[in-house]
């Protein structure tokens, strides 16, 4: 069985589960090993099962709880060069925790093969994940992007499933509490992606064939699940696409989210 688990999500914290088979993997580790270790429990998993982690870019938010989950359970960590480094600097490193940039050919674990894209943000080398499966499926994960570059765009074209982005209501974030650079920064190319520009890409997804999107990484402050959802939803139906027919929408709650069969 294959499947995928949002178990933190948002701007206090965000970790990917996903399985195949007897092996699973975490995209970021970003709350308390403590958390993670029973998020894993709450969806029947268990962390002896993990053999990797897979870092996207060095921000708090998605490496909080590494260094103690990593060197706690003996699991490598894989991320680019340039986000080891921030890693290492912020102390979010240590001997104790086996850490790898990641080759050009992606990791191969278990029946799993993870290949990483960059994605524009502003941290030092972001990227998203491709995961491929032995089964043929495609999973890709793409957070924290201030656009859909075409490299992104590239990756994630021909995924089964994609966890995308979409991260703010434009309206919301401008006439909210947040000051005026804070609006700048997650408005800009290297910020973060808002629910319209992500409701646009979600349509040429089914078009090119993904059947499953989660929604990820939404603001507390700038957004709602509910409005999130429906701004994709109102899009995709726009275009002529049928919900559980053509495509299934999940949006990823802040923690506690369910596993997805894929």
């Known amino acids: 069985m294959s499947r995928i688990c949002n178990l933190f999500s948002g701007s206090t914290g965000n970790s990917i589960f996903i399985g195949h088979g007897g092996d699973g993997i975490l995209i970021d580790a970003g709350v308390s090993a403590r958390k993670i270790e029973q998020a894993l429990r709450d969806i029947d998993s268990d962390i002896s099962k993990i053999r990797a982690i897979f870092i996207t870019h060095e921000h708090s938010d998605h490496v909080s709880g590494v260094r103690v989950l990593a060197s706690r359970h003996k699991i490598p960590v894989y991320a680019t060069h340039g986000t080891l480094e921030g890693m290492e600097q912020d102390g979010n490193l240590s001997s104790r925790v086996k850490s790898f940039e990641i080759p050009s050919g992606g ?69 909210g509490p947040y000051p005026y650079e804070l609006k700048r920064r997650v408005m800009s190319d290297i910020g973060h992606l808002s629910n319209a520009v992500c409701a646009d890409e979600l349509c040429r997804l089914v078009k090119s064939g993904t059947t499953r999107m989660i929604l990820a990484h939404l603001s507390r402050e700038n957004n709602y699940p509910a409005l999130a959802y429906e701004t994709s939803k109102a899009n995709l139906s726009g275009n002529g696409m049928v919900e559980n027919i053509d495509y299934m929408l999940y949006v990823a709650p802040v923690f506690g989210g369910k596993s997805i069969v894929l």
């Open 107 to 175: 990791v191969e674990v278990g029946d799993m093969l993870i290949k990483n894209f960059a994605t524009p943000h502003d941290a030092r080398q972001s990227c998203g994940y491709c995961i491929e499966l032995t089964d043929g499926q495609k999973i890709a994960i793409a957070t924290d992007l201030g656009h859909i570059s075409e490299e992104v765009r590239s990756a994630i074209t021909g995924c089964g499933t994609v966890v995308l982005e979409s991260n703010h209501d434009i309206m919301m974030l401008q006439n």
